[in-house]
């Protein structure tokens, strides 16, 4: 079942109003990027006919050691440096059992160098030294370095001794690598998590600095979360702000002493995580407590977000912050890396967000963009999305009652009667009926905060279709 950080983590998620709007533009006017919303039955007959050349039927299992099924996804992906692969709703076994699958697929067969996950990118280097082979890394760390409860779900763990293994026998220029790219607080956890492994490495790096920055930080680090942060004062916000800007700065202006005395690896990690806490702190400075209190009242059944263009700011920072924080790992992977990038449908897919407008959320939703397409702005063709559809989840929470839509898309893809299948959609014809419907938008489920209305074509250049998904297997 969600977590309430998981919730509010999808919350925030629905990245901000585009910047050539006014921030007192209204839905009406954020509804015009939108492609109309489809109401002319799904073309089966047409979707059957091209789904026998187009659709791959493909395994689910984790611990299936024959990868012919997934050849076709090697077809869709060619020579795209970063993959994003999503899942519908968090918390569904099938859907993170062949993310595991994928991922063991592209980096032995393809030549990927690295994933990364929605999770905290601060918190993320024990994952990241443990898949390179670190000891004495025990699975509770493990589970303790993913955000949003993550770390509780097997598939996760799973995923991170696979790619252990795979490490075991390569030099280190040959190793895959994983990497968080989410913020590390927002408005579920403290910020300041960013801040710990900072002082840590400066303590290392140079203990006079480290100390330094120790007493200059005191008053900051339990400050540092949204619900304290938003209560105080402008000047107290501002000191805060400049302490953190201050630190990046520090970092930076000491590469070649701090490089001389510790790996290049620790300290590029540290400088991020230090930007990372700087991408944390831009979202605080534009949250509210009037938000804050909605998202209190709604976490409690009560209440509707407002619609606040400063809010939407602030989480269109959350977005472009992960798509910011993949770039920085491409660069990091150097001219032979490739990405597989995994996170929610709604991070990834390539129009702005909209939802059924009589949810809670909606509006806070409308007309916002996502990170992918800031991803798609960053990378162009060397960027290749594919999102996640699915039948029925027999989980025990909210997530179950939402049915598959009988009119849209659902509907589509569930007419294959196939328990799994890929489909490249780049594939149909552009002056078929089928493209033409594809285009529209339609209702879909993304966990249990209302129906989001999706362009298949529009958000995505592939998609995977699951019959049926169950719960995550619990971590032992």
């Known amino acids: 079942m ?10 925030l998620l629905t990245a901000g109003c585009s910047a050539s709007k006014k921030p007192n533009d209204d839905a009406a006017t954020d509804h015009l990027e939108l492609s109309s919303r489809g109401n002319d ?12 050349k187009h659709a791959h039927q493909i395994l689910l299992d984790d611990t ?17 440096r970063v993959v994003a692969l999503s899942e519908p709703f968090h918390g569904g076994h099938e859907p993170l059992a062949l993310r595991n699958r994928l991922i063991r697929y592209l980096v032995t067969e393809k030549g990927f160098t690295a994933v ?29 370095s993913f955000t949003y409860g993550f770390g509780e779900w097997a598939e996760n763990l799973e995923l991170l001794r696979s790619l252990r293994a795979f490490n075991v026998a390569r030099s280190a220029a040959q190793r895959v690598r994983l990497y968080g790219i989410d913020l590390p607080g927002q408005i579920t956890g403290p ?66 002493s701090f490089t001389e005395s510790s790996p290049r690896d620790e300290y590029e990690w540290a400088l991020r995580q230090a930007v990372n806490a700087e991408q944390d702190l831009a979202l605080m400075r534009l949250l509210t407590p009037a938000f804050l209190a909605a998202v209190d009242s709604l976490d409690s059944g009560r209440g509707r977000l407002p619609r ?17 924080n993949v770039a920085w790992v491409l660069e990091r992977e150097g001219q032979r890396g490739r990405i597989v990038s995994f996170a929610h449908d709604a991070h990834q897919q390539g129009h702005v967000l909209d939802l059924d407008q009589r949810a809670a959320w909606a509006p806070f939703v409308a007309g916002l963009q996502p990170a992918g397409m800031f991803a798609r702005a960053m990378f162009g063709a060397d960027l290749v999305t594919i999102g996640t559809y699915y039948g029925r989840y027999d989980g025990p929470d909210s997530v179950a009652a939402q049915r598959p839509d009988s009119t849209g ?29 594809l285009m529209h938008s339609y209702p879909t489920r993304w966990g249990d905060q209302g129906r989001p209305l999706v362009s298949p074509l529009r958000a995505y250049d592939a998609v995977v279709y699951i019959d049926h998904i169950s719960p995550a297997r619990p971590a032992k």
């Open 308 to 324: 606040d263009p400063r809010q939407l700011e602030a989480r269109t920072v959350r977005e472009a912050a992960m798509a910011e």
């Open 409 to 437: 898309t659902d509907a589509l893809f569930a007419s294959l009667a196939l328990p799994a299948f890929l489909a490249d959609l780049r594939a149909i014809p552009a002056n078929t009926r089928l493209h033409q419907w």
């Open 64 to 80: 299936a050691a024959r990868a012919e099924d997934l050849r076709p996804f090697g077809d869709i992906v060619g020579q795209a």
């Open 116 to 144: 990364t996950l929605e999770t905290g990118l601060a918190q993320s280097k024990p994952l990241y030294d443990y898949v390179l082979g670190a000891p004495s890394i025990s699975d509770s760390t493990l589970r303790a």
């Open 2 to 11: 969600p977590t309430r950080s998981v919730l509010l983590g999808l919350a």
């Open 41 to 52: 039955p799904p073309p089966v007959a047409e979707f059957r006919a091209w789904a026998k």
């Open 191 to 256: 910020a300041s998590e960013a801040l710990a492994p900072v002082l840590e490495y400066l303590d290392h790096a140079d203990p006079a600095i480290g100390a330094a920055v120790h007493a200059q930080l005191a008053d900051v680090v339990p400050r540092f979360t949204a619900r304290r942060y938003v209560a105080l004062s402008n000047a107290d916000k501002d000191m805060i702000a400049a302490k953190i800007h201050d630190l990046v700065a520090l970092i930076r202006r000491n590469r070649v």
